[in-house]
């Protein structure tokens, strides 16, 4: 307990040093911020008042929104907000807070992809029993333990990281507090403590990775058994938005942390944390609504309902 080290603040990775360049991340990070909300909220909001869209499939889209728009507003707004006031600090506790709801809607996200990937298996290799077996309640029901269980393990996790013993500096190598660099502030020997947690954490990550390959395996096996070529091509489009998405998910964590960090510079970890952190929430809702004809018609007809009711508005007031 003597060798303890206090630590009451953390010093993030800096874009640069440049003030002109902190202006430019400063702009350029609240443009993609702005897309990652505005794309996001719009797919909760039409699969909201659509009662087209009141199916497990665009449920769980809403849910994958959500926790696009959490993920990107754990690192974001405070990188933005040290750039513009030329600093790199972050207290105690609000390195904690990252590191708790960052890993919160990071792991919940992947199990709720894990999820949508048994509702498609569900979908097209069991469609006779998909209402029964996708109904309401078990929707609710999947997606509420998604979220609690995380919740729980990110609470554990969290604690558990946050009490060992930092004595190997303030210095968090990322412009946001992870528990991988964090872990390389900690002592050898508390260290030990952890390996248990991300050994499990491993597991359970593969084991999700197992039940999404053994679905899409399925899912393919039975896409290719059908006999129209319309059918296969309207079968496997209701599987590729989330198919891309999972694979560009899975494709950016895994690259970030396997890349060994001995050899990779501070730039390339920025590079690579913008990627796998700040790129997914903007690009999933452009993946899901791009090829997505029921997400189009819906914004449409919402745009379209609005215009007119204001323009219903102005006749009515001349």
Known sequence: MSNRTTVTEFLLLGFSDVRELQILHFVMFLVIYLAALVGNLLIIIVVSFDHHLHTP??????????????????????????????????????????????????????????IMAYDRYIAICQPLHYERVMNRRACVQMAASAWMSVFVYTALHTGNTFSLSFCGGNMVDQFFCEIPQLLKLACSDSYLHETGVIVFSVCLGLGCFVFIVVSYVQIFTTVLRIPSVLGRQKAFSTCLPHLVVVSFFLCTAIFAYLNPSSSSTSGLNIMVAVLYSVMPPVMNPIIYSMRNKEIKAALKKLIEGRLFTKNKMSIFHL
């Not at 769980?60 to 690192?75: E, H, Q, T, Y």
């Not at 807070?97 to 919940?108: D, I, K, L, R, S």
């Open 57 to 114: 499939m665009y449920f769980f889209l809403m849910n994958l929104s959500i926790l696009d728009i959490g993920s990107i507003s754990v690192p974001v707004p405070k990188s933005m907000a040290n750039s513009l006031m030329n600093t790199r600090s972050i207290s105690y506790s609000g390195c904690v807070t990252q590191v708790f709801f960052f890993m919160f809607f990071a792991v919940t996200e992947y199990s709720l992809l894990t």
